[in-house]
């Protein structure tokens, strides 16, 4: 690991940044110069003064998505500022295009205001096919999308949230059908109730998760739990059906899934020991989970997925976010709906056959490249079914 950052640190240098603009038309002469530039540029101007819809048409912006952050909860730095986020927007950028041919663009933004936040962002919007929110903090970041979705017309989707929901669900049904349980029956311990945990909890449960238990610092999430923010007062009233209280270690005991979004080390082999037979368990916490693969296998967890690509069955928002917004770039989708979000779950976990199925082969990897098109294709045929298409 130290190795790795050394390199990157020096690569970064020699970098200098990792995307760039290149122009799509020649300037090599003055009648190139006319048409790229004045006088010949004012009639685009004019057709989309016309109608606002032309500038998908006459400009990049069907293909373009800003990638923004406010650089307050930047991988698992925590709030290091826009500034030192923007090597993160910037590779997230890189993916983008690398993996969708989508054309992304970073912007670091120096508040941390929600109000702020959502007016500077909707005044950026018409530059944009899509908006892509990235690090930040909880519970600010559901109020910001939120608000967000309400006025923009072009889709806005925070990845932190919903990439992550949308990949672990693609790994979990998978993992189900190795282990031979049913979504429906099976109990589901979910550590760390910020961005990702709130995000998976609703996904799950629409997936058909019914038996599912929050936890946060405090505990066990549960109604009536004094110094809940709204987030997490709504996820008790649809969470913890039999109403447990106490820690971590009492949620584990004969749950068939856990799944952290939390804290490194800080699930032993005793916890996983206690859980049913067959468990399935998802340290996601990054560079180092929860538990290490070795320590939750010697304890008898049967599938292990992390957020690490040095260890089987990465569990990698790269999975989702580019064919998303290609698809729904395609398709000038006015949002991002849940139906989008549900598809791409199934069309991932529907990329690795059952006769291919195993313990250490429940989700495409990173670099497969038939990944971008399928949950486009998966994101457009959602668009066209719930009307959310404008092409």
């Known amino acids: 690991m130290e190795n790795i950052r050394e390199e990157s640190l020096k ?8 995307i760039e603009v290149v122009a799509r038309c020649s300037v090599n002469d003055r009648r190139d110069l006319s048409l790229a530039y004045t006088p010949g540029v004012a ?8 109608d606002p819809d032309k500038s998908y048409d006459l400009t990049r912006r069907s293909n373009l998505v800003a990638v923004i952050t406010d650089g307050s909860a930047v991988l ?4 290091i500022g826009p ?8 590779g997230k950028c890189a993916l983008f295009k690398a993996f969708a041919d989508v054309d992304a663009f970073p912007l670091c933004i120096r508040t941390q205001d929600v109000d702020e936040l959502v007016r500077t962002i909707y005044l950026l919007s018409g530059s944009f096919g899509g908006i892509n929110l990235e690090d930040i903090a909880a519970p600010r970041c559901f109020e910001i999308e939120e608000k967000l979705k309400a006025i923009c017309d072009v889709p806005v989707f ?10 672990l669900a693609a790994a979990l049904i998978n993992a189900l059908k190795v282990v031979k349980k049913d979504i429906s029956k099976v109990r589901v311990v979910i550590n760390g109730a910020g961005a990702a945990g709130c995000a998976i909890g609703k996904h799950l449960l629409t997936l058909g998760v019914r038996d599912l238990i ?12 004094e110094g809940l923010n709204e987030a997490h007062r709504a996820l008790a009233e649809i969470t913890n059906p039999r109403h447990l209280r106490g820690s971590l270690a009492d949620a584990m005991k004969d749950a068939d899934v856990f799944i952290g979004v939390s804290a490194p080390n800080i699930v032993s082999e005793e916890m996983v020991a206690s859980m049913a037979s067959d468990a399935i368990v998802f340290p996601m916490a990054n560079p180092t989970p929860e538990i290490m693969p070795d320590a939750a296998k010697r304890a008898g967890a049967r599938i292990v997925g992390t957020g690490r690509s040095d260890f089987p069955n990465q569990i990698n928002n790269v999975l989702a976010f580019p064919g998303i917004f290609r698809g729904a770039l395609d398709c000038r989708a006015t949002c991002i709906n849940e139906e989008m979000k549900i598809a791409t779950s199934y069309a991932l976990a529907a990329l690795i056959p059952d006769e291919e199925l195993s313990d250490e082969n429940i989700i495409p990897t990173a670099l497969d490249r038939r990944v971008a098109p399928a949950v486009a294709a998966a994101v ?5 079914k719930t009307g959310v298409n404008r092409i």
Do not use: N, S
């Not at 698992?76 to 709030?79: M, N, V």
């Not at 925070?158 to 990949?167: E, K, L, N």
């Not at 457009?380 to 066209?384: G, L």
């Open 158 to 167: 925070h990845d932190d949230q919903h990439g992550t929901a949308i990949v």
């Open 43 to 50: 009639e685009p101007c004019l057709q989309i003064q016309a």
């Open 11 to 18: 690569k970064h240098y020699e970098w200098k940044g990792k």
């Open 380 to 384: 457009i045929e959602a668009a066209h």
């Open 76 to 79: 698992g730095l925590g709030d």
């Open 214 to 225: 929050m936890v946060d610092r405090f505990g066990i999430i549960c109604r009536g739990m």
């Open 83 to 90: 500034e030192a986020g923007m090597p993160v927007m910037e």
